[in-house]
């Protein structure tokens, strides 16, 4: 089965940086678009930023310009670099990709989530 694991969360002062990473591995022919979003408690699950396979990246309005997403499609790997980080960005943070698998089936994978606390 496809899997995607999330690392780079944690604890981080107000004003500093994080480095969201999410690699998919499984039966993956090919892995279209791929995203963060995140939930705080409370809130619903929200789009931080999204990328597709061509590049294309979208972000929410509240994270532009602090939050950039990356890929490396050789590695079916997203990235989130956080700089600028405030108390509101306080959430669990989750990466979802649409997958083709070698099926083939278009399927839609979330991870487990990684956790970032932002916090004096």
């Known amino acids: 089965q496809v899997q995607l694991v999330e690392s780079g969360g944690g604890l981080v002062q107000p004003g500093g940086s994080l480095r969201l990473s999410c690699a998919a591995s499984?039966?993956?022919?090919?892995?279209?678009?791929m995203a963060w979003h995140r939930q705080a408690p409370g809130s619903q699950r929200e789009l931080v930023a999204s990328i597709t396979r061509g590049l294309i990246t979208h972000y929410a309005d509240s994270v532009k310009g602090r939050f950039t997403i990356s890929r490396d499609n050789a590695k079916n790997t997203i990235y989130l670099q956080m700089n600028s980080l405030e108390s509101e960005d306080t959430a669990v943070y989750y990466c979802?990709?649409?997958?083709?698998?070698?099926?083939?089936?278009?399927?839609?994978?979330w991870g487990q989530g990684t956790q970032v606390t932002v916090s004096s």
């Open positions: 499984g039966p993956i022919e090919r892995v279209v678009d």
């Open positions: 979802r990709a649409q997958v083709v698998t070698t099926t083939p089936a278009m399927i839609d994978s």
